[in-house]
């Protein structure tokens, strides 16, 4: 039967390669002196993919999900290397791929290959540059398969549709059959919770329920009929009136977490404090953060938590993190007021061990938000679910997720550099009251010099600041010349 295939993605999809990667690098070519551009390079390697057995497998999905070099996460350079190869194993269960060697001026050193087949679980495996032949089991998987209705017209619903469904699902593949049913790849049992999500260019989301897959226990096939969509709520919310218009600088994160289903949104705050999200699934808990200048958002308090069920939650409230505000997203248009407390400033001093300034020293400090869910991020961390599914890939680069609307780009806001006097000075941070500070992390660097061992620094010039609700912090770093 022809079809129509689209990748899905969950979980934030290489959540654990981009938290450790970090920033993205150029793209362009390495140039031979003379100006011309040098001739990408390749290397080709053979990858063998077997059952849980150890037989052959034929008809695997093998490709290189993700390029990284010292530098970080490489975007495949579709002008220079061509198309990203997607190559099928052979009766043998081979197949080889050429990879470049370079990307800009930056060596490959690890690929992470993404291996796939419809009646397996897919993987993702690392393997180093050096290594040529690369082995990968895949062990079977469950197969899915849902019918989707609108909920109101319960007429069958056949096209723009998408699949969250709980836990890492970076190769998730979801066939779309001519007859509207959608039909999974390999699914591991474990991950249970399933949500449909319908998106049509111009409208608002619409979503069917979490749906527990736990009573289809092991079952190797399922078919879920008739699964239905509704509109999502709407968020019509402000920032409280503590903070003066005009608001500066706002910003809002939004997600709910279902068992490990996800789906987040972010916004910009208006000049009058009020912000709009278009739709969120109906019935969930929404979990929202939010700043602007000179304000962050408050923790919330245990009332709040009770009023949403979430009362045994409270333990994880820590002043080393902001934790989001919790709303009932149970009725078409919610209308939450944000609560605020005055931003803290850290001010941070280089000096040499003689106590001469140190200029142009990079200084940034890493202040946490947590979630309901135990995942923590960058305070202000936004995605936008909606965009990653539509986006097509998640083998992507910090740099390219935020042109694309995919991320917000929160790490360099608390980035500075210290002028001449040495000093470097970050604003709009989270704190804590008096005799519970935020502590939060920071880190001093410069080409020139060794963070000093002394005041608890490391080699690397790491340590934590106490930040205090509305004050300022001075921080005193001193750093040794190589």
């Known amino acids: 039967m022809a079809r129509r ?8 999809r290489l959540l654990f390669a981009i938290a450790l990667w970090g920033f993205t690098t150029p793209t362009a070519e390495a140039i031979r002196p003379g100006g011309r551009a040098a001739v990408p390079k390749f290397r080709t390697f053979e990858v063998t993919v077997s059952d849980e057995d150890g037989r052959p497998l034929a008809g695997a999905r093998v490709s290189p999900w993700v390029l990284l070099s010292k530098a970080g996460v490489q975007d495949w350079n579709e002008v220079h290397w061509g198309p990203v190869p997607i190559q099928e194993s052979d009766e043998d269960g081979k197949t080889r791929i050429r990879v470049p060697d370079l990307a800009g001026q930056h060596r490959i050193r690890t690929i992470h290959w993404g291996v796939s087949h419809e009646d397996y679980v897919a993987l993702i495996i690392k393997s180093d540059v050096a290594q040529r032949n690369v082995d990968c ?20 619903q056949r096209s723009d549709l998408f ?32 949500r449909i999500i319908h998106l049509r260019s111009g409208e608002p989301a619409r979503f069917s329920e979490a749906i527990d897959l736990s009573k289809y226990a092991n079952q190797s096939r399922i078919f879920v009929r008739n699964v239905e969509i509704h509109p999502g709520t709407r968020v019509e919310g402000r920032l409280d009136d503590q903070v003066s218009r005009p608001v500066r600088d706002g910003i809002v994160s939004v ?27 109906r019935g969930e808990i929404l979990q929202l953060t939010a700043s602007c200048t000179g304000w962050v958002s408050s923790d919330p308090t245990l009332e ?18 902001v ?31 003689s106590g001469a300034p ?40 910090i740099q390219r997720r935020i042109e694309l609307g995919i991320e917000r780009d929160r790490k360099s806001h608390f980035v ?67």
């Open 323 to 353: 934790y989001p505000q919790v709303v009932h997203l149970d009725r078409d248009v919610v209308q939450p007021t944000i609560r605020m407390e005055p931003a803290t400033t850290c001010r941070v001093s280089v000096i040499e061990t």
């Open 137 to 156: 089991r895949l062990k079977r998987g469950r197969r899915i398969a849902v019918s989707v209705i609108d909920g109101l017209t319960r007429q069958p």
């Open 304 to 321: 709040e938590l009770e009023t949403v069920g979430m009362k045994e939650q409270a333990s994880r409230l820590q002043r080393s993190r």
């Open 416 to 482: 500075s550099f210290t002028g001449a006097d040495g000093v470097a000075e970050i604003s709009s941070l989270p704190g804590g009251p008096a005799g519970s500070p935020a502590m939060t992390s920071f880190v001093v660097t410069h080409p020139d010099y060794f963070g000093a061992s002394r005041g608890g620094l490391g080699d690397q010039g790491s340590s934590r600041a106490a930040l205090y609700t509305g004050q300022t912090a001075r921080v005193t770093v001193r750093m040794k010349k190589k």
């Open 5 to 12: 295939t689209m990748i899905c993605h969950v979980c934030l």
């Open 163 to 194: 699949v969250i469904l709980s836990g890492s699902g970076e190769l998730d593949r979801w066939n779309h059959m001519q007859s509207g049913v959608l039909v999974s790849d390999g699914m591991a049992v474990n991950r249970r919770i399933l």
């Open 358 to 397: 140190v200029e142009g020293a990079r200084v940034r400090l890493i202040p946490y938000q947590g979630s309901f869910d135990g995942r923590s991020h960058v305070f202000g961390h936004g995605e936008n679910s909606r965009q990653r599914l539509l986006s097509g890939s998640v083998s992507l680069s």
């Open 255 to 281: 997600f709910v977490v279902n068992g490990r289903n996800e789906w987040h949104d972010m916004a910009s705050v208006s000049k009058d404090g009020t912000f709009t999200i278009d739709s969120l699934p």
